[in-house]
């Protein structure tokens, strides 16, 4: 058996780093010319495999997460925006189908805002993450809509105790207003108190007349604050108004919101199930598709 020479080792072992670079660099040229052959073929499933990987094999085939699977991923991170511009096409058709209700508008490349409904005063709901196939719903507007389909058990609205809040305001203020003769009366009697209480001059009760005296200016200065709000009733009132139509307003779009899901989903919470499920239930479309695809050749 032949013995390799010093030479022959000193080669080999540096031939081993540049295979391994070459081995590295190939794979990069391997991943991006699959990615470009899937966009060529408008393969959107593989695609979705090809830039999460991880995910994809989690989530379809429940195998155990393996980093590798993600290795190349990073290659295409500065164009990310075109390719979810790309995948939106196909992947908001099928949205338009399973969510009837929600409507989306690119902002710009590749990034979607999610409209709750085509009706006046709708609202923004979110964005569609093209990318992961998932809703990233404003939390805010999320919770007022969890919250209609709660308090709806009890036959209130959204904002029924913001309303009855505000309203009652009113009340006690168109009260002031009505209220504003007795206290005009009030005055008069407690001026005529203080008249006569200066007129009694007593060694005796003098603590007694201060005391009186002092009761009847804190019962003139809460009179003389109750007609200053009662004067300004009328704009307070008005505001109030406004207020109230807002939150009408807001209850009515909630409304449409919740029948639109009951129409859909039958449920909040089915609607939510749906949700979680999107990515799984998506792409299990777009193989089902590729399989009918292959057979029909």
Excluded: C
Excluded at 176 to 182: H, R
Aim: aromatic share 10%; charged share 30%; hydrophobic share 35%.
């Amino acid at each position: 058996m032949e013995k390799q020479s010093q030479p022959d080792l000193e080669q080999n072992e540096q031939d081993q780093p540049t295979r391994a670079l070459t081995d590295s660099l190939q794979q990069k040229l391997d991943y991006l010319a699959t990615l470009r052959q899937a966009i060529t073929a408008g393969d959107d499933r593989l695609i979705y495999e090809l830039i999460d990987g991880d995910h994809y094999h989690q989530a379809l085939l429940n195998e155990e997460p393996n980093a590798t699977r993600n290795a190349q991923v990073n290659l295409i991170t500065d164009v990310h925006p075109a390719i979810s511009h790309y995948l939106s096409t196909k992947l908001i058709d099928y949205l338009a189908h399973e969510y009837p209700f929600f409507y989306y508008e690119e902002i710009q490349l590749g990034e979607f805002q999610i409209y709750f409904g085509n009706w006046w005063d709708r609202r923004r709901f979110g964005k569609l993450n093209v990318l992961k196939v998932a809703f990233e719903f404003s939390q805010e507007e999320f919770n007022k809509l969890q919250q209609t389909f709660e308090l709806a058990a009890s036959h209130k609205r959204f904002n029924t105790d913001g309303i009855q809040r505000i309203s009652a305001d009113n009340d006690q203020l168109q009260a002031l207003i009505d209220a504003q003769g007795d206290r005009d009366h009030q005055k008069d009697d407690l001026r005529q108190q203080l008249k006569e209480n200066g007129q009694r001059n007593s060694l005796f009760d003098s603590g007694r007349i201060k005391e009186e005296r002092q009761q009847i200016i804190d019962q003139l200065t809460k009179l003389a604050d109750e007609d200053e709000q009662a004067n300004n009733a009328h704009a307070t009132m008005k505001d109030n108004e406004a207020k109230i139509l807002t939150l009408s307003k807001e209850d009515t779009i909630l409304a449409y919101e919740k029948q639109a899901i009951e129409t859909s989903f039958k449920s909040f919470e089915n609607f939510n199930e749906r949700n979680r499920s999107l990515y799984v239930d998506y792409l299990t479309t777009l193989i089902g598709k590729a399989q009918v695809n292959a057979d029909g050749e």
